[in-house]
């Protein structure tokens, strides 16, 4: 049964750019295998950490919201434990028997309205 997750995944800083993006990868093809789907991601960056995991102080976060199976998640979230690369994962389950079509265009209103939001608030300062 395919059900909506959140996901954030905090990756080492000093990853080289192919090594990250093989890394990103390697979830991304596990959120979508067995009809999965992502339905948005949102690279934010690196970022300094409130205390320091696994030896190091920056992380580069990402943020995923896919549709796919609990089986899939729990591997996921098991390849992420002992991979050396990521620092700390976050997943959230979101709901159930979602409607893909009506929830891209949800989040994209929303991410428009956010933007807006940001905008305005440049031109305030």
């Known amino acids: 049964m395919l059900r909506e997750y959140e996901m954030t995944i905090i990756a080492r800083a000093d990853l080289p750019e192919s090594d990250g993006t093989k890394l990103f990868g390697k979830y991304e093809k596990l959120m979508t295998s067995d009809g999965g789907e992502i339905l948005q991601k949102s690279l934010w960056g690196t970022k300094k ?6 030896k190091a102080f920056r ?3 990402v943020n995923y919201d ?7 998640l729990a591997e996921m979230e098991r390849l992420m434990r002992i991979d050396e ?4 994962y976050m997943s959230i389950y979101i709901a159930q028997n979602v409607n893909t079509t009506t929830r891209k265009e949800q989040l994209a209103k929303i991410a428009a309205a956010a933007r807006e939001a ?4 440049r031109e305030r300062d």
């Not at 690369?85 to 700390?88: G, K, N, P, T, W």
């Open 49 to 54: 950490l409130a205390f320091p995991m696994k």
């Open 59 to 61: 992380g580069n976060y």
């Open 66 to 72: 896919f549709i796919g199976t609990s089986a899939n």
């Open 85 to 88: 690369d990521v620092l700390r």
């Open 118 to 121: 940001a905008n305005e608030y």
